[in-house]
């Protein structure tokens, strides 16, 4: 089993930059992929960011060029910098590990609101 605890979500103006955390515990392996999700109010869950085990990186398109994903595979800890945020960033964000043959573990999720 895997237990995902997410920290660092908040309320912050637009313009200003949040820092996610996800901790990871449990049965972690070197080729669990990590990745964020939002889901806004009435929205769908959608991709922000994504990082395999190998390192690569894959970001949503509205979130391209404002928040980077990075993770320490010593602390089984991956990041979100979100940077130049937007009210409509504003969601529960989710992590998110899935193991090579394709099962999904999710955190709780944390809030995070922009606005003014």
């Known amino acids: 089993q895997v237990q995902l605890e997410e920290s660092g979500g908040g309320s912050v103006q637009p313009g200003g930059s949040l820092r996610l955390s996800c901790a990871a515990s449990?049965?972690?392996?070197?080729?669990?992929?990590m990745a964020w999700y939002r889901q806004a109010p009435g929205k769908q869950r959608e991709l922000v960011a994504a990082i395999t085990s190998g390192g690569s990186t894959n970001y949503g398109t509205s979130v391209k060029g404002r928040f980077t994903i990075s993770k320490d595979n010593f602390r089984n800890t991956v990041y979100l910098q979100m940077n130049s945020l937007k009210p409509e960033d504003t969601a529960v964000y989710y992590c998110?590990?899935?193991?090579?043959?394709?099962?999904?573990?999710w955190g709780k999720g944390t809030l995070v609101t922009v606005s003014s």
């Open positions: 449990g049965s972690i392996f070197s080729t669990d992929a």
């Open positions: 998110n590990l899935r193991r090579a043959y394709g099962t999904d573990y």
